[in-house]
């Protein structure tokens, strides 16, 4: 083995080269660094990708949806996740998907809308999954929690379940304690009193006309989906009898007024001339009067009530004697 030393200059510094000769390999040691002799190449130019990367370039995410609380029987207010791209993608159709939704909500896989009436109390895991159409296809998920519970009014029972506005009535049911309304139909009760168990409403029926409705009981949780045994029929007021048919000019016969939808009367007429005194009986069946006085001869008795005014009509009414 023989040796050489030799000192050059490249690209402005000096380089010490020990070269070292064994039979026909060289090694050359430059400051400690130590290499062969490499082949030459020649560097190619590669055009770019024309597809995206599929995570780098055009990701799909879907944003993230916060745990949502529903009461059984109440809609749900609709919500709708959202997508976002890492880079634009103006062209691409996204659908949709979810999985272990609670009975009752279902999921446009077009819109990505979240709908429904939950009917079943528990805690269910969602996963919400999305897919769009782009080059490579992407896909993203997104989870959460959806708790659903049993607090809302329940409306089990109206009783008596068929009158007129005016009447007392009572709603028998669950959750009420903290009811803030109930509404016959459209139209709100002007009052009302829960018992202490929250079992239980005794309303005053507000006026409407003649139909059936749904009675529905609000409270801080909601209101629940109507159902069959919450319902109240409205009838016409009718008059079906009248104990007394004769009293003097004078005035002061008492008189019994029967038939149904009598609640709430406001005015009781012997013919145009209005009763000072009356009473009504909660059922709305019986109206007590007393006659005011009127001149001899025959009129009708007329009561008015918020389902509407009703009277004896061709029926014999009530006849008004000059003498005793």
Known sequence: MSARQATYSWKGRRLRLALYTVGILVAITIAGLVRTSPARTTAAHAKPRATASLTDVNALTIAPIADQTSNVGIPVVPISPSVAFAQPAPDSVVTWGAVGLPPGISFSGTTGLFSGTP????????????????????????????SVTDRAPQVARVSPAVGAGGMRTVITGTNFLGATSVHFGSVPAPGFTVNKHGTAIVVRVPAARPGVVDVTVTSAVGTRSPVATDRFTYVAPTITAISTHAGPVAGGTRVRITGSGLAGATVVRFGNVPSRAFAVHHSGTLVTAIAPAGSAGTVQIEIVTPGGTVSTGGRTGFTYRAHA
């Open 119 to 146: 009917t079943t109390t528990g805690t269910y895991p969602v996963a919400v999954y999305a897919s769009a159409d782009t080059r490579p296809p992407l896909t993203a998920s997104q989870g959460f929690t959806w």
